[in-house]
């Protein structure tokens, strides 16, 4: 464990809930777990809590380690722990494993009651305002009736945005990071090809691969390896990877020979061995559905009318997944209502990844936003 | 056929080359053949021979129809025909089917004379160097010692940059559409993607699918609709499909919701039906292997010193395969080699696909280029 441990070895937990969940596509969940993890104290009055949402393929683990042999921490750990933005000797920080992933929530490799056998492809869609009801219900069961803030990345932004709008006076504070109001045809095409990998791969037994002791390895691995594509900037990989090759030579035929493909491969791997091939599939139906504005006659401004919490929303120049433009749409919504709303668009090379990074003016900017008063 | 029916019908050639081929992977073709269309009549000094290149999955089928019931002309039949911008009442006009393709010409399903059974992997990599010698040969064949332009989008522009290069005596003009002087990692990355689709689908069989009476569709079909993104811009795609779904409600299940996935699913499935999967791992090798300023110290103007065609190079505005960037770096190199060059940039939503639109001012500025003397 490297000396500037953050918040140190950390425990999941998990909460049980027996209030059915009524879920957007109109099935019910009868009974369901959430796991989440915390790090630093909640106060007496409740008011120094900080929700994380996360992105398309994290989970609660945000920070710390579970062990002193840990390889890595958690997923935004550079972020959250005792004097860094998201400052865990002020603030009370949950971050949940949504419902139908693969951490410890309950979701598709859960066991389904009514059979007896895991869920697989009978797991409900799950969208981002069944995610949203279910953090709430977690809120309440932690004493916590209102969010100091409620922070999100990419997927994890939409969240806090949705916590804006459903429960505005449960978020003093929002902080929508490289996301956007909803997904554009080229997003749900990238989608769209990643399921299709999942789905056409012969392990994936119509999603009962569980029940077949088979993992759809072929299918998850290249939709992964889709995702890094569109998470690194085109300059980005060429400041990285360029067109180093693994050999001096070409080699004339079709193994590793660029870096970019070597590093695609290992993503890839690494993903297979540690993500649920229903789960992908969900988190990207939950993106594509994403849209609040639909219901308020495809205007933005419209839905976000009931938000009062204060918005940060933090865009980056090379992120072509959710580019700069998109969070514009949000930011000028918000005006067009008057909210409270500092925007930044950051200078990074590195794409979409650049919210998970340590970026100086960007760190600086979320904790000065969740020091000033809301 | 419409009654604008352009070159009419048409019939494709082959020509057998008996003498060996060496190819920049050390491996040597003993015979070969090239399948090729003409459009128009070769004049009595062969000087208004124009050749046209082919894209990743182009074939030498570029203008015409083989039949009054095909319900497609050839790829750039809006281009080439009488009065069009490559006018077959004055041109003598050439399109071949790549080495290594699989529309007539001896690629991985052409049968191997060593073994009497079909090359699948075992056929050699091509370059885009090695095209060019072979049209070379068949310019030979045909009695043109010098084109009076070379023509070419996309990897098209590629071999005709490298034609400028290589023989800058037998080429007049070269017309270098939606290219780039060598893949970014991100092009490469997605070639990676498409390779690994392709060649983890089980039914690949080491390539040697043929011999199984079998067809890694899955894999092709995934590289296709990956393709079909890098075609289309974001901006382009929205115009055209935006968020438009099939049926009013969310479905919220598996099936084509979004009118952009099935778009993908269809050109997927097309593509299967007439494209070999090796000549696609083939193809897209010869794109991350082009590097014409490897050779010169990575020096693009320092390779392209020999040439002495005039040059046209255009560009699109919403192509981010090849962006008017990449372009640009073509047209930097030859005015530091003080070469003749016009270069154009035209705003279009269509994305790479862009090169094979009639866009007004891109065929005009097309036909221009060839009238002007050289």
Chains 1, 2 share one sequence.
Not at 196 to 205: C, G, L, V, Y
Not at 326 to 340: D, H, M, T
Request: hydrophobic share 40%; charged share 20%; net charge negative.
């Amino acid at each position: 464990m490297p000396m500037d441990d953050g918040v140190g070895l950390v425990q999941a937990q998990t909460l049980h809930f027996d209030q059915p969940l009524s879920l957007e596509c109109d099935a019910t969940l009868p009974a369901y777990d959430l796991a989440y993890e915390t790090y630093g104290s909640l106060n007496a009055d409740a008011s120094n809590a900080i929700l994380i949402c996360h992105a398309l393929s994290g989970d609660h683990h945000a920070a710390g380690r579970y062990s002193p042999e840990d390889r890595k921490p958690g997923w935004w750990d550079n972020c959250i722990g005792p004097g860094r933005p998201i400052d865990t000797n002020r603030y009370f920080v949950v971050c949940s494993n949504n419902l139908g992933g693969c951490g410890g929530s309950t979701g598709p490799a859960s066991t389904n009651p009514a059979t007896s056998r895991p869920w697989g492809p009978d797991f409900p869609m799950v969208t981002v305002g069944d995610w949203v009801r279910s953090q709430a219900r977690l809120a309440e069961a932690l004493g916590i009736s209102c969010w100091h803030a409620v922070i999100g990345g990419s997927l994890g932004g939409m969240q806090a945005l949705e916590w804006s709008i459903r429960y505005p006076d449960r978020i003093r504070r929002a902080v929508v990071v490289a996301a956007a109001p909803k997904l554009s045809a080229q997003n749900i095409a990238f989608n769209e090809i990643a399921r299709h990998a999942i789905r056409s791969d012969p392990r994936f037994h119509d999603g009962r691969y569980l029940e077949h002791d088979a993992v759809p390895g072929v299918g998850l691995r290249l939709a992964r390896m889709l995702g890094h594509i569109t998470y690194l900037s085109d300059d980005g990989m060429r400041a990285r990877f360029g067109r180093d090759r693994r050999a001096d030579q070409a080699r004339f035929n079709f193994d590793v020979e660029f870096e970019i493909e070597s590093y695609l491969r290992y993503q890839g791997e690494s993903f297979v061995n540690r993500f649920d091939a229903n789960t992908y599939l969900l988190m990207t139906k939950a993106l594509d559905y994403f849209d609040p504005a639909q219901a308020a006659g495809d205007d933005l401004a419209a839905a976000l009318a009931p938000a009062s919490a204060r918005f940060l929303v933090v865009a980056f120049s090379s992120d072509w997944r959710f580019s700069p433009k998109r969070s514009r749409e949000i930011v000028q919504a918000l005006l067009a209502n008057k909210k409270q709303v500092s925007y930044l668009e950051i200078e990074s090379d590195f794409g979409h990844d650049a919210f998970l990074m340590p970026i100086p003016l960007y760190h600086r900017a979320l904790s000065g936003f969740l020091e000033a008063p809301a």
